[in-house]
């Protein structure tokens, strides 16, 4: 498999800091000592769930602080964020991780550093018990999509040589931040850090707190949008401890790092980072990991503060009949009817992420009332993501902004489409909207209530017949009626297949009664006949079919059908009419091009 770019640059970050050996591998937890210094490795992972690694990725080393993110946001979830937010702060404490020392109304400053993890540990035990531990283990394992095994040799380390933490754990049970025994406490938190990850796992975790709580490889939502978001907001103060102002100005990147020599770093929406390198420097963080998140930010520009949105680009195209001409191959009287009203639909072809400044810009082009049209398709083909803020500014503005009398239709919705479950939330809030697989059934179920509203179709009962077919105009009454003789009478019942795939190209069918659907390869409708249109018009010139039909309405369809063989006779005996054919056919394909042309002008500007 050839090598990507970033791929590349991960080796060649890598290959340059393979050789800093600046820093000490820690030794106030005797087990920590023993890690051999010169151990590296880089895992990134995408929140599509691709996962980059370079060097010694696989590798087990054991979590340590790293863990406290992950139970900073399981606290808010099982406890509740009000009990957890009144017992534990948010700002920085510009002290070292293992700081003795509480805020003023005697609460921890943040739950990154070791009084804080200690008391959301003491919050969890309070409320779980002997359960505690088991999910606490559990949820870091689905953070990392894998089972995550303790170190036990650390555990005891840390257990036997963990008296500052106990003078940390007796302050906050003196002043009521933990109310269990600090022995069961300690060892909930001692056993947490010791659980054994790797720089895998941890870019793994990382995106998953970068895809809102969604661990993108194994699909699994392991928290909920609102701790995420509070979780990466204390990372990016005081993830990296007393070293976090310095951490979000030059990298600007939330992260956690740990003593074991990890660093998890998590950027949303875009990517999470795992490194390993055993040597810290004085702040405890890993000096090889900080600089591979230093040249990652600065090379791809991925500080969170510069980010570079313009609103703009989500509208590709804003188009009506004026732009884009009608769809050909109807009869003359519904033509007229769309080509008198050109602005009766406005289409917005609608692409990316719709979040709040991008809602906002597509509600102002529909705040003047002369531009909002009978019926506004919303084309969301194209997008990949509706937040929750632009999905209540559209909610607000298909209920509130747009007029009773427009008819809002999404267009671009089959099951495939990654915002399908919210565009079908929309009618469960209330939202007046039509919803259609494909940008083509929208505009032409539009263009079939214009026609209705103004009289453009006959009776259900009434059947059309030959002379009002646009493939056959301009042909006298005497032509039409020898090609008719030609021709057999054939009724399809509902959900008849009249014209498969895969079947050769040998007759072309005239629709007089009834309703037939245009099917592509997946089953998807892309296309409705009325009477008064034909199908299989590509015989004629002996080209394969590219869609299948069925009879698709109330009734049975009824149709005329001419075998081609039928249709070179009529060649021979009327050369001028089956001309016209042709002509009308070129007619209709050109039709069919200038639209599509017009529609590609309009997207690529």
């Not at 559990?138 to 995550?148: C, D, N, P, V, Y």
């Not at 030959?466 to 399809?492: D, I, K």
């Not at 001028?576 to 002008?601: C, D, F, P, Q, Y």
Request: net charge negative; proline share 5%.
């Amino acid at each position: 498999m050839l090598e990507t770019p970033l791929l590349r640059f991960l080796s060649q970050t890598h290959d340059a800091l393979i050789a800093l050996r600046d820093g000490e591998v820690p030794s106030y937890i005797p087990e920590l000592a023993k890690a051999d210094p010169d151990q590296f490795g880089i895992a990134l992972a995408t929140i599509d769930g691709h996962v980059y690694e370079v060097g010694d990725t696989q590798v087990p080393f054991t979590i340590q602080s790293i863990s406290k993110a992950v139970v900073f946001a399981l606290a808010l979830d099982t406890i509740g964020a009000e009990r957890v937010e009144t017992a534990i702060g948010v700002e920085p404490s510009g002290d070292a991780f293992n700081s003795i020392r509480l805020t003023p109304d005697n609460r921890p400053f943040n739950a990154m550093v070791n009084s804080g993890a200690i008391a959301c540990c003491g919050l969890i035990a309070d409320a779980l018990g002997a359960e505690a531990f088991p999910l606490i283990a559990a949820t870091l394992g689905r953070f990392a999509g894998r089972t995550l095994d303790a170190d036990e040799a650390v555990f005891v380390s840390e257990r036997s040589t963990g008296d500052r933490n106990r003078a940390i754990a007796y302050l906050l049970r003196n002043y009521g931040g933990i109310r269990g025994t600090v022995d069961e406490v300690l060892d909930i938190y001692f056993r947490q850090c010791s659980l054994l990850v790797t720089a895998r796992d941890l870019a793994v975790m990382g995106a998953t707190f970068a895809n809102h709580g969604v661990n993108p490889v194994t699909g699994e939502v392991v928290a909920s949008p609102y701790a995420i978001a509070r979780t990466l907001a204390v990372m990016s103060s005081s993830g990296m401890y007393d070293f976090a102002g310095e951490w979000i100005y030059r990298v600007g990147v939330p992260a956690k790092s740990g003593v074991g020599g990890g660093i998890l770093a998590a950027l949303p929406a875009q990517l999470g980072l795992g490194t390993f390198s055993p040597r810290l420097d004085a702040h405890g963080n890993s000096v090889r990991g900080i600089r591979t998140c230093e040249l990652m930010s600065e090379a791809f520009d991925l500080h969170m503060l510069s980010r570079r949105d313009d609103v703009h680009a989500c509208v590709l195209a804003d188009y009506d009949f004026r732009s884009v001409p009608a769809k050909p191959g109807r009869q003359i009287l519904e033509e007229e009817i769309l080509h008198a009203r050109p602005g009766a639909i406005r289409v917005l072809e609608l692409a990316g992420r719709l979040s709040f400044a991008s809602m906002d810009y597509v509600s102002r082009k529909l705040a003047d009332p002369a531009a909002v049209p009978e019926f506004l398709i919303l084309n969301l083909h194209r997008v990949t993501t509706i937040t929750d803020a632009g999905m209540a500014l559209l909610l607000d503005m298909l209920r509130s902004q747009l007029p009773a009398t427009t008819t809002t239709v999404m267009a671009g919705v089959d099951a495939r489409a990654p915002v399908e479950p919210r565009v079908w939330a929309l009618k469960g809030e209330g939202a007046r909207v039509r919803i259609f697989p494909t940008y083509e059934a929208a505009v032409e179920w539009a263009e079939d209530q214009i026609i209705y509203r103004h009289g453009g179709f006959p009776a259900r009962s009434a059947e059309s017949d030959l002379g009002r077919q646009a493939l056959l105009m301009g042909l006298s009454p005497q032509e039409l009626a020898e090609l008719a003789r030609l021709c057999s009478r054939a009724t399809y019942p509902a959900g008849t297949e009249i014209m498969a795939l895969d079947e050769p190209p040998t007759k072309v069918y005239f629709l007089l009664r009834g309703v037939v659907s245009a099917c592509d390869s997946r089953d998807i409708r892309i296309d409705t006949l009325i009477p008064g249109m034909s199908f299989g018009e590509l015989a004629l010139i002996d080209q394969p079919r590219t869609a299948r039909v069925r009879s698709d309405g109330d009734g049975a369809a009824v149709c005329m059908e001419l075998p081609m063989d039928q249709f070179r006779r009529f060649q021979e005996t009327h050369p001028r009419a089956a001309e016209r054919i042709i002509r009308n056919l070129a007619v209709l394909l050109s039709g069919r091009i200038r639209r599509a042309t017009a529609r590609i002008e309009m997207l690529t500007g």
